[in-house]
Structure formats: C-alpha cells, structure tokens
C-alpha cells in the first residue's frame, strides 16, 4: 500500500501530491506553502528532493502562530477590517473590545497545543 503524503518520511512533500491529498487546488496550496515559508514554518526545495517540509520539528510548532499566518489578513469581523468595513456604530459599539479580547483568548489556546500534539499518528508497519 502507497504512503500517503502525510504518512511517508523522507524528501519533501510536492504541490501537486499534497493538493491531490487534501483535494486543494494546486495554485491555492502554493499560496498557502509561500505564507508558512515567509513565515519560517515550511521550508521549501526545487530540484533533486524538492517539495515542501516542516522548517522545525511539530512540537517547536504553536497551533496559533500557524493559524495566524494562514489567516493574516482575514478580519474575524467587518469591523476588523483595515477600512473599519461599512459599521454604522463604529465609535460607539462596545462589542468591538469584547471580540478582540475573545480573538486573542482563541490564539492564545491554541498556542497550548503544537502541531505534534494533533497530527495523526504514523500508520504501523504491516
């Protein structure tokens, strides 16, 4: 039986396996790895042993700074947006306060986690 992207060891996992393994769009996926590249979370080959891998090992890896990469520029409400979105309240909500403390509070509990503490274990050997 073939490994699968995310089970097998060894050189670095191409774009086009990981986009057929999670069913992603290749050109989306490649976004997605330059992010967590800039970030220092993937590292990034070309040629012999090329593809993408983890730039340090998964329990060096916060859940939230992860997420926070992938989601940079994502506002979890209009709001948040750099132009303040089309709020009408928008110097009288007090709601505002309450979601970004719940924003940090979110991250925060994530980074209690790191990457090895929710990866699938390895398939045994048969």
Do not use: W, Y
Not at 11 to 36: C, M, V, W, Y
Not at 54 to 74: F, T
Not at 102 to 109: C, D, L, Q, S, V
């Amino acid at each position: 039986m073939a490994d699968t992207p995310c089970q097998r060891a060894g050189p670095g996992f191409s774009t086009a396996d990981l986009a057929e393994e999670f069913q992603l769009s290749r050109n989306h996926l490649i976004k997605i790895i330059q992010k967590l590249s800039r970030a220092g979370l993937v590292q990034t080959r070309r040629g012999g042993g090329a593809g993408a891998t983890l730039a340090r090992p998964p329990k060096e890896i916060r859940l939230g700074d992860a997420i926070l990469v992938l989601e940079e520029g994502q506002a979890l409400v209009e709001c948040f947006q750099p132009n303040a979105g089309d709020c009408t309240i928008d110097r009288r909500c007090r709601l505002t306060t309450r979601l970004r403390v719940a924003e940090m509070a979110f991250i925060e509990n994530l980074n209690c986690s790191t990457l090895a503490d929710v990866a699938l274990p390895a398939p045994e050997p048969a």
